[in-house]
């Protein structure tokens, strides 16, 4: 039993404890950034495999069958792959937005100082790749718009790579990535955005503007019911999707519309709280049925009521998204989109295509060089120091890791060409780049802790060369008991 359990015991009969239990896990089970990033590698595998066999026909059919409805003259419809790519993903993108906001209120980004070291690292990891990439395909107009698909990092998985880790690294460690991993999303958001929409239709732009204006109005008259936010938001959507922009970014500008502040003064809601409770308890009989306690169970709906409203729309949001899109819409779209069919003919122009180069050494060589020269860069000119107990080796691991691009570099790739064959290439490229990119970085990192705890332990000395230590030192077994 865990300690939040234990904690949550007594508040519940015993013919429902083990149901809260079972619901502690649940709620457990999808807060994890690991089991996300486990059931999103899961359905990748899934992907691939049906992509290769004979299902693949009838899997690819299904992801094209058009739904939609119609209203009079009024008609639409999409295919199931594009309600999960442009429907979906915004709510994904939602998310993200939603977790920006949150680093740059509270977290990391509030102090630029302190933000400076990983929002320079996440500048070299964008800048680099796309060199790599425009080196191999600057003279090919079929993949030179390609170059944005090396960029981007897939925070879900790196997260869930650095929660394997545990408490080998250090903290500090986890906050550069993570820090990195959202200002690289801030990044590939502006570059979806500006480069890869279409022809933007000005009256829908408008249309745009004016929603966010009215979002912006209800955000600065304090309305903090989630509800209309989500009507809206849904009305944005629509306006995005018809404007040219890609519709995904519908969700970054309702996320950054939502408050985040309480509408619950807090130290007037504890004194109030604190007084309620003291009443109650004086009135509460244990020898009746809970049912009569009348003033009991007002005071309750009174403190659940109060106490709802007194947690920032933003993060109810955060949370009530989290396990629908980590668990279901991220699963989806590698179910979707990470399908690549290997057998058949055209091999030998997959190899011979650039966008396979250009992606799979801008992600597993452009990320890490970016990501460690720009943040040596700003060590050096003293405008940022690494943080307490992270060494250059750390970084370099943590570079290593920004090469995961998987979700995002599959979603820019969708977009970024015309051709179905070079997309097909392009995910290649990603999944080989993420897979080796997770694998290296977790084992350097795995090192790198196993190393420092042997100098803690005094097995070998702080300037030895990693890889040198040959087992010598260990304390041998006592004798002669």
Known sequence: ??????????????????????????????????????????????????????????????????????????????????????????????????????????????????????????????????????????????????????????????????????????????????????????????????????????????????????????????????????????????????????????????????????????????????????ATSEMFDSSAPVLGQRVCLDTATSLSNIARQAVPPARRLEHSLYPWVYFLILPLFALTNAGVRLVGGGMGEFWLDPALPGILLGLLIGKPVGIVFFSFLVTKLKVASLPENVNWMHIVGGGVLGGVGFTMAIFVANLAFDSQEIVTTAKMAILVASALAGIIGFIFLWLQARRAKMIAMGLIDKDEPSGSFDGTKLPQPETGR
């Open 1 to 278: 039993m865990t300690p939040q359990e234990k904690d949550h015991e007594p508040l519940f009969i015993d013919e429902v404890r083990k149901h809260q239990q079972r619901y502690e896990k649940l709620i457990h089970f999808t807060s994890s950034s690991t089991k996300a990033a486990a059931v999103m590698l899961l359905a990748a595998i899934a992907a691939l495999v049906i992509a290769n066999t004979d299902l693949h026909y009838g899997f690819s059919e299904f992801w094209s069958m058009e739904i939609g409805f119609s209203f009079g003259q009024f008609e639409r419809q999409m295919s199931l792959s594009h309600i999960i790519n442009d429907i979906l993903m915004a709510v994904f993108f939602l998310l993200v937005g939603l977790e920006i906001k949150y680093e740059m209120t509270v977290g990391e980004l509030t102090n630029i100082r302190q933000a400076l070291l990983p929002i320079a690292a996440a500048v070299g990891g964008v800048l680099f790749p796309i060199l790599i990439y425009s080196a191999f395909n600057a003279g090919n107009p079929l993949t030179a718009h390609g170059w944005g698909v090396p960029t981007a990092t897939d925070i879900a998985f790196v997260l869930g790579i650095m929660s394997l880790l545990g408490s080998r690294v250090p903290t500090g460690l986890k906050v550069f990535v993570t820090t990195l991993a959202v200002a690289d999303d801030i990044f590939a958001i502006l570059i979806i955005a500006i480069f890869y929409g279409h022809s933007p239709s000005i009256i829908w732009l408008a249309a745009v503007a004016i929603v966010t204006v009215i979002l912006i109005l209800m955000n600065r008259n304090h309305v903090y019911s989630l509800a209309p936010y989500m009507v809206l938001g849904v009305v944005l959507w629509y306006c995005v999707f018809m404007s040219g922009v890609h519709s995904t970014i519908a969700g970054v500008i309702l996320a950054f519309t939502i408050p985040s502040g309480s509408r619950v003064n807090f130290s007037s809601f504890i004194n109030w709280t604190d007084r309620k409770v003291r």
